[in-house]
């Protein structure tokens, strides 16, 4: 025994699957949805190396103010750094020298005794300089997984 729809219920049926919308959001969901979710670890991504590299900078900043308030000293100096930020593995180079202050800077003299060139006294600075090597979440094509974060910072100290 054959069952067989009417043709006119069979059309009926087929016009309603047709024009039936239910499920499509569901379908659309299911390809955006990994591409916001994409988007999103790389945003958070983009936001930590930001962040990264902001503590660095505060990092720096911070040695040379430990340096004005305290004096030299390179161990206390790194000491300080470290203890200031998060993040595990920074490289804290502290140095001393005399210089004079230029258009781009403080240009190093190699001595304090001789006068600057615009006839203003040598002064003894420090020069903090922070490094940190920032990982990214996930590899992406064409950007190295490792960027290295770089700060100095120069305080006169007399």
Not at 23 to 48: N, R, Y
Request: aromatic share 8%; with cysteine; proline share 6%.
């Amino acid at each position: 025994m054959h069952f067989r729809l009417p043709l006119g219920r069979l059309r009926t049926v087929s016009r309603h699957w047709v024009r039936d919308r239910s499920g499509v959001a569901a379908i659309e969901f299911a390809f955006i949805g990994p591409l916001l979710v994409l988007m999103f670890v790389c945003l958070t991504d983009l936001g930590l190396g930001i962040y990264a590299k902001m503590q660095v900078n505060n990092a720096a900043q911070y040695g040379a103010q430990y340096a004005l308030v305290n004096g030299y000293d390179a161990s206390a100096i790194t000491a300080a750094v470290k203890n200031s930020s998060d993040l595990g593995s920074l490289t804290v180079t502290p140095s001393s020298f005399c210089g004079c202050p230029g258009a781009n800077g403080v240009l190093p003299t190699l001595t304090c005794g001789i006068g600057c060139t615009d006839g203003s006294t040598p002064g003894n600075y420090v020069r903090v300089s922070v490094t940190h090597s920032y990982a990214t979440l996930i590899p992406y094509p064409g950007l190295p997984a490792n960027f290295t974060l770089n700060s100095k910072s120069t305080a006169r100290l007399k």
